[in-house]
C-alpha cells in the first residue's frame, strides 16, 4: 500500500528545488498533488511531468503573502481532488544574504516576512477548514537551520525563519486535539534554484558546502525524502518537532 494512495495533497513552492522533489516523491505514493508556485508556468511544467507519470495533479499560481490567493488555493484542491489531506508550506524567498541589520530597506524587511512567515500563516488559516473537513491530516513546514540558530548578514531571513519555527509549535499544539499534525523540517545547504540565484560566488559555495561536516550540501530528493515521513502515518507521533536535514551544521 502506497502512504498516500488517495489523499489530495498541497505543495508551495512546487515548481522547482525541494517543492518540486516532494510533489514527485508524493505523486509516486499515490497522492493526488496540487502544485502551487507563482511560477504558474513552471507549477504547471511539474504537474504535467506528474501526470505523464500516471499521477493525479493540477497546478495552481498563487503568492502565499495574499491571503486571497491561499483560500483560492486550497478551494483549488478540494475542486480537483475532492478534499485535503496533508499540506506541505514549502515556498519562500531567500536573501539578501549580505546585509547587515541597519542596511535593510523596510521594502526588503517587510517582503521576507510577508512571504517567509505571514505567507505560510496564511497557509495553514486556509488549509485547516479542508483538512478538518477530510477528518484530519498532516501539515508540514519548510524551515531551514536558519530557524535554528543565526548567521550574519542574514537578519531578516533568521528572524523570518524562527518565527515560522513558533508558528510551528503554536500551530501544533492547536490543532493536534483537532487530528491535525503540524511539524517543521529544516534544511541547511540544498542545492536549487534558490541558492543558486542567492549566491553567485563561487568561493561562497564552497565554504557553504565546507560549513555542513558531512563535506557537501543535501540534494532536494534528501529534504523531501524527510517531509515524506512527516507527512505520513509513519510519523503519527510527532508533533510540533524541527528536524533538521543539515549534514550536522548545527552539531558544529
Known amino acids: ?3 498516500f494512495e488517495n489523499r489530495s495533497i498541497i505543495v508551495t513552492g512546487g515548481a522547482s528545488g525541494i517543492g518540486r522533489a516532494a510533489a514527485l ?19 504547471a511544467q511539474v504537474a ?15 503568492d502565499i503573502s495574499d491571503y486571497a490567493q491561499c483560500e483560492a488555493m486550497v478551494s483549488a484542491a478540494v475542486s480537483h481532488h475532492g478534499g485535503l489531506h496533508v499540506a ?44 478538518l473537513a477530510s477528518g484530519g491530516g498532516a501539515i508540514v513546514n519548510t524551515g531551514s537551520i536558519a530557524s535554528l540558530v543565526a548567521a550574519p548578514h542574514m537578519a531578516s531571513y533568521v528572524s523570518a525563519k524562527h518565527g515560522l519555527l513558533g508558528l510551528t509549535r ?3 499544539l492547536d490543532l493536534i486535539p483537532l487530528g491535525i499534525r503540524v511539524n517543521a523540517v529544516c534544511p541547511g545547504g540544498v542545492r536549487t534554484p534558490m541558492l543558486d540565484n542567492a549566491i553567485d560566488n563561487p568561493e561562497f559555495l564552497q ?19 524527510v517531509v515524506l515521513f512527516l507527512a505520513s502515518d509513519e510519523a503519527s507521533f510527532i508533533v510540533g518537532d524541527a528536524v533538521a536535514v543539515d549534514g550536522g551544521v548545527v552539531l558544529s
Open 88 to 131: 506541505f508550506n514549502n515556498a519562500g524567498i531567500p536573501g539578501p544574504f549580505t546585509k547587515k541589520i541597519h542596511e535593510y530597506t523596510l521594502e526588503e524587511w517587510r517582503g521576507m516576512l510577508d512571504v517567509n512567515l505571514t505567507g505560510v500563516f496564511h497557509s495553514i488559516k486556509a488549509e485547516v477548514p479542508a483538512l
Open 25 to 43: 516523491g508524493f505523486a509516486a505514493e499515490g497522492a493526488r498533488v496540487l502544485v502551487v508556485d507563482r511560477n504558474g508556468t513552471g507549477a
Open 170 to 172: 503554536a500551530a501544533a
Open 48 to 62: 504535467g511531468q506528474l501526470r505523464a507519470q500516471g499521477a493525479t495533479a493540477h497546478h495552481f499560481e498563487a
Open 207 to 225: 565554504a557553504l558546502e565546507r560549513s555542513h561536516p558531512i563535506g557537501r550540501i543535501a540534494e532536494p530528493a534528501e529534504v523531501a525524502r
Open 1 to 3: 500500500m502506497k502512504r
